[in-house]
């Protein structure tokens, strides 16, 4: 649960004797992982792994970063639908969402409508990241710790 099952709600539960705040988390990070396994699948069964790398290794970066990239998005997904240690797992993602805004969708402009892909939509999913390493795990986790 989150710091905010603390205090004495002042609204009514939408499902009762869970907070709004635990819901809210939940929403935030089963949705996150869907994105985060929508980008996975989007690498290994439409780029390919290989293709995946070539990629990256077009953009300067070391090809072999793709795979742990793959891995981060694809089990990291997963733990956060899970709601598994989502604390640490959202901060370990962050790094990836950073890498994204500096290669390749920096020089796109702000906009994600832009030419290329703008940094706009890396940079809210990294404040999203955040905000869900600040709020925790929510309800319906398999861990109930807030890890």
Do not use: C
């Not at 999203?128 to 319906?140: C, H, K, P, S, T």
């Amino acid at each position: 649960m989150t710091s905010t099952t603390l205090h004495t709600p002042s609204r009514n539960a939408v499902i009762a004797g869970t907070s709004n705040a635990d819901l809210a988390a939940t929403l935030l990070r089963v949705a996150m992982g869907v994105l985060f396994l929508a980008h996975a699948g989007l690498k290994i069964f439409v780029f390919t792994p290989a293709g995946t790398a070539a990629f990256f290794g077009s953009l300067g970066l070391p090809a072999p970063l793709a795979y742990l990239v793959i891995f981060a998005e694809l089990f990291g997904g997963i733990a956060l639908i899970l709601g598994v240690y989502s604390r640490a797992v959202s901060l370990a993602l962050v790094p990836i969402l950073l890498g994204s805004i500096y290669v390749p969708h920096g020089a796109a402009g702000f906009f994600f409508s832009n030419e290329g892909g703008g940094w706009e939509f890396p940079a809210f999913w990294t404040v999203a990241l955040l905000v869900q390493a600040l709020l925790g795990n929510g309800a319906f986790a398999l861990s109930r710790a807030q890890n």
